[in-house]
Each structure stands twice: as structure tokens, then as C-alpha cells.
T-cell receptor, first 117, second 109 residues
Framework: GAGVSQTPSNKVTEKGKYVELRCDPI?????LYWYRQSLGQGPEFLIY????????DSGLPNDRFFAVRPEGSVSTLKIQRTERGDSAVYLC???????????????FGQGTRLTVV | TQLLEQSPQFLSIQEGENLTVYCNSS?????LQWYRQEPGEGPVLLVT?????EVKKLKRLTFQFGDARKDSSLHITAAQPGDTGLYLC?????????FGKGTRLHILP
């Protein structure tokens, strides 16, 4: 499909384990966002990439969270030493143009539901 | 501190009624977007408003951006069960899109 693809769709892991969540954006989209959404809440901003670089990572909750986008396309969100409080749906979005001064639509994936037991 | 406050958080009304959802902030945004999210899906953009005082219509949905570009409203006329979902407002600021907590709307047939 041509949409944003996130894998896995569901991930159950034990407390203390390491997890990687993958996002495959729409081809040609330069901007990529990661959000975290708890049940009944709106998405919470984590990090924003423009190309390969993290333009803003101010939303990452602590140093257990890290994200990369080495070739400016696929991105991986990495969580070390997972805690039960990390359980949430992790959403990825991409948009076509650089954000500055251009108002464009962000397209979201279906998310990865992470459960830490 | 929540940058964007949405109200009400929950709304359950009968089919055919009208409703308004509000999105308020003390901050100015370069644009404000409204999304709708279904269970198990990512949010889908409904509209973007850019100019202070701007009004956009999408069938039975009317979106308004405040004159000072700090707040917005979504008005639905003659609500239908298919309008049920989570409605999110999001502000664009410093190249980030920041979301409110959402309004969960339930339309009873």
C-alpha cells in the first residue's frame, strides 16, 4: 500500500526488555513524526525528523527512548529497559514538505500497540 | 501543562442534534488542524485552518479558527451515528504538531 506502515502492529514484552518499533513512511515524505497515545488520550509528541536528522526530540520522556532514521526514510523507535508505564500505542506520521512555512497534511500509520508485562 | 485544551472530553447526543467542540490555547499557532480517529486506526486529517477568523465547511462540519489564532471550534449539524469517534485538534508551532487530548463523541441512533 501507499500509506504509512508500522510494524509490528502489536508487541508484548517483559519489563526490562529492549524493543524496536518500525515506521515506513510514504515515499518521498521528508518529515516523520513519532507520537505516543495512551488509552482515551490524544497523541503525545515524541520526536520529529526532517530527513535523516532529529529536528526536535524534546518529547522523548527519558534516555531509554531513542529514534533513528539513517537514510531519511524508514525510522526505528528504540526503547531500552522497558517499564509497564511505556505501554501505549506508538503512532508514526509522515508529511510531504518541510514544515517551515508550509502547511501540509500529516498521514498516520495504524500504530504499534506496545504492552509491557 | 496541556498546550491545547479540548472541551468537552466526552459527548453523547441523539442523532439529529447539533453540537460544538472547542479547542483552546493561550498560545498562537501558525495553523490548526482537526483530525478524526477511529478505534485501532491512526488519526485522519479533516481540515487545516490557517488564517485568523477563517471558517471552513466540510458537509455538515463547520470549522472556525479564532481571530487571534489561539482557538478553534468544530460544529456538527444534524449529527449522525457515523460521526461517532475521537476528534482531535492539533496546533502547528515551531515545526511540531501538538495535539489536544481529544473529544470522544458518541451519536446515539
Amino acid at each position: 500500500g501507499a500509506g504509512v506502515s508500522q510494524t509490528p502492529s502489536n508487541k508484548v514484552t517483559e519489563k526490562g526488555k529492549y524493543v524496536e518499533l518500525r515506521c515506513d513512511p510514504i515515499s518521498g515524505h521528508t518529515a516523520l513524526y513519532w507520537y505516543r497515545q495512551s488509552l482515551g488520550q490524544g497523541p503525545e509528541f515524541l520526536i520529529y525528523f526532517q530527513g535523516t536528522g532529529a529536528a526536535d526530540d524534546s518529547g522523548l520522556p527519558n534516555d531509554r527512548f531513542f529514534a533513528v532514521r539513517p537514510e531519511g526514510s524508514v525510522s526505528t523507535l528504540k526503547i531500552q529497559r522497558t517499564e509497564r508505564g511505556d505501554s501505549a500505542v506508538y503512532l508514526c506520521a509522515s508529511s510531504k514538505h518541510p514544515r517551515t512555512g508550509v502547511h501540509t497534511e500529516a498521514f498516520f500509520g495504524q500504530g504499534t500497540r506496545l504492552t509491557v508485562v | 501543562t496541556q498546550l491545547l485544551e479540548q472541551s468537552p472530553q466526552f459527548l453523547s447526543i441523539q442523532e439529529g442534534e447539533n453540537l460544538t467542540v472547542y479547542c483552546n490555547s493561550s498560545s498562537v499557532f501558525s495553523s490548526l488542524q482537526w483530525y478524526r480517529q477511529e478505534p485501532g486506526e491512526g488519526p485522519v486529517l479533516l481540515v487545516t485552518v490557517v488564517t485568523g477568523g477563517e471558517v471552513k465547511k466540510l458537509k455538515r462540519l463547520t470549522f472556525q479558527f479564532g481571530d487571534a489564532r489561539k482557538d478553534s471550534s468544530l460544529h456538527i449539524t444534524a449529527a449522525q451515528p457515523g460521526d461517532t469517534g475521537l476528534y482531535l485538534c492539533a496546533g502547528e508551532r515551531d515545526d511540531k504538531i501538538i495535539f489536544g487530548k481529544g473529544t470522544r463523541l458518541h451519536i446515539l441512533p
